[in-house]
Nanobody, 123 residues
Framework: QVQLVESGGGLVQAGGSLRLSCAASGSIFSVSAMGWYRQAPGKQRELVATISGGGSIKYGDSVKGRFTISRDNAKNTVSLQMNSLKPEDTAVYYC?????????????????WGQGTQVTVSS
């Protein structure tokens, strides 16, 4: 059983900062890409940032220069430092990771999602 558990959401004023963290646990063989997505009410889920196992990073256009993604491969964790927050950053933020597990002797790779954490930015 694999779980992604997020923490760090909350309410902050515009211009403030928050840090999200996500930890993967369970019967994990390896973790490749990890990342963050968000979904605001009435909108589709969108990319915030991803980071590969080798450290290659991609940001969504709306967060470039304000958000920073990082990971600790030894701990299977990924973090998102969010600065200069805007009201339009308000959303539920989801952690995502591509995780390899061994199922009956066969290696299986699939994406896993966290339960989501609410980020609310007031104006």
């Amino acid at each position: 059983q694999v779980q992604l558990v997020e923490s760090g959401g909350g309410l902050v004023q515009a211009g403030g900062s928050l840090r999200l963290s996500c930890a993967a646990s369970g019967s994990i063989f390896s973790v490749s890409a990890m990342g963050w997505y968000r979904q605001a009410p009435g909108k589709q889920r969108e990319l915030v940032a991803t980071i590969s196992g080798g450290g290659s990073i991609k940001y969504g256009d709306s967060v470039k220069g304000r958000f920073t993604i990082s990971r600790d491969n030894a701990k299977n964790t990924v973090s998102l430092q969010m600065n200069s927050l805007k009201p339009e950053d308000t959303a539920v933020y989801y952690c995502n990771a591509d995780i390899s597990t061994r199922v009956q002797g066969v290696m299986v790779v699939r994406p896993y999602w966290g339960q989501g954490t609410q980020v609310t930015v007031s104006s």
